[in-house]
């Protein structure tokens, strides 16, 4: 008998790993959102025909205001949640025009590198924050 289940669509994400004087950039998801109540990297979907950077700059125009400069791949990560599979392309920013602020009524904070393993990430952000352990050389 043919397999009739509708395949698995997987979610493409730009995320940004904004980084500024020692501290990233994390954005808290709201409580009804995939996730809800868990800290981000900010970003979002990618739309039809869009690339990475494009869907990035969009994303944190309109969550929070700031136009990025200098981006660049930091990594990619496929994770299979129970309701739903993302594919995230987490981009390092290292320069932006603009003041962060949370245009979508989100809580956001410049956390400190060294206290980011504090906070609560979805499981597929975790391999970011190990990531960024390393590129920082913090201990």
């Known amino acids: 008998m043919p397999n009739t289940a509708p395949e698995s669509v997987v979610v493409?994400?730009?995320?940004?790993?904004v980084v500024w004087d020692g501290k990233v950039l994390?954005?808290?998801r709201h409580n009804d959102a995939h996730q809800g109540g868990l800290w981000e990297f900010p970003g979002g979907k990618l739309e039809p025909g869009e690339g990475v950077a494009q869907a990035l700059a969009r994303e944190l125009q309109e969550e929070l205001g700031i136009r990025i400069g200098n981006a660049s791949p930091l990594m990619q990560i496929a994770h299979d949640y129970k309701d739903k599979s993302v594919l995230l392309d987490f981009l390092l920013v290292?320069?932006?025009?603009?003041e962060p602020q949370g245009r979508e009524g989100q809580r956001w904070l410049w956390?400190?590198?060294a206290?980011?393993?504090g906070y609560q990430f979805p499981e597929a952000n975790k391999p970011v924050v190990a990531r960024l352990m390393e590129v920082f050389e913090v201990v």
């Open 115 to 117: 206290e980011l393993p």
């Open 94 to 98: 290292e320069s932006f025009d603009g």
């Open 12 to 17: 493409h994400v730009a995320a940004g790993v």
């Open 26 to 28: 994390i954005s808290l």
């Open 111 to 113: 956390c400190p590198l």
